[in-house]
């Protein structure tokens, strides 16, 4: 029981700590969750005990694992199990599970997918921003006016709003590390070591 209290009282400085370095204050924490002021400012001094609905919607709200606000003991199996599925002929390996933001996958592409060669008129549009890298085989990109086929080790970013078509023109199958912010999160890339 001991070591229960000991996690429930952490939570608190957790729960504060995940605000502060998103840059929110308790006002707009409790407009985007729908949880009052003066239940997070008790949740974040330890006064009121979170319950699981709680918990729940503030680790989505600053799109964290529900496990880094509460710091449980490790139980059982640390390794990630994630399902492969497949989409519109291609399959999707999800390399993240965090709620929210950006999202990782290895996806493949079968060899000549998806069986014809997209145009212009097969290009979508969505919110997001994608960055892809070429892991294996040659992926072909069709973003507005621009047709690229890129190949092992290149990559592409863009925002999604953009249309795009992808294809697989080789014969063996196309490996890409996507990254995808459904929000138009943007990811970071960098050429060389930052200026010291």
């Known amino acids: 029981m001991d ?13 504060r700590s995940a605000r502060q370095e998103r840059g929110e204050t308790l006002a707009q924490l409790s407009a985007s969750t729908g949880i009052s002021v003066s ?9 009121r ?4 609905e709680l918990l729940l919607l503030l680790a989505r709200a600053h799109q964290v694992q529900l496990d880094e606000l509460i710091d449980a003991p490790v139980t059982g199996d640390p ?34 997918w998806p069986g014809y060669e997209p145009g212009p008129s097969d290009q979508k549009v969505h919110e997001g921003y994608e960055w892809l890298y070429v892991l294996s085989g040659r992926m072909r990109l069709l ?10 080790g290149e990559v592409a970013e863009f925002d999604t709003r ?8 080789g014969p063996e199958p196309a490996e890409v590390l996507a990254l995808f912010g459904p929000q138009g999160e943007r990811m970071h890339v960098r050429a060389r070591p930052a200026a010291r």
């Open 79 to 112: 390794r990630v199990h994630l399902r492969p599925f497949k989409r519109h002929g291609t399959t999707f390996i999800p390399l993240s599970r965090r709620p929210g933001g950006v999202q990782a996958y290895k996806q493949i592409l079968p060899p000549h």
């Open 143 to 152: 973003l507005g006016e621009h047709d690229v086929i890129l190949t092992q």
């Open 3 to 15: 070591d229960l209290d000991d996690v429930l009282q952490s939570v608190g400085p957790r729960l």
């Open 162 to 169: 953009t249309p795009h078509a992808f294809s697989n023109p």
């Open 49 to 52: 005990k979170p319950t699981l």
């Open 39 to 47: 239940t997070l400012s008790r949740l974040e001094s330890g006064q």
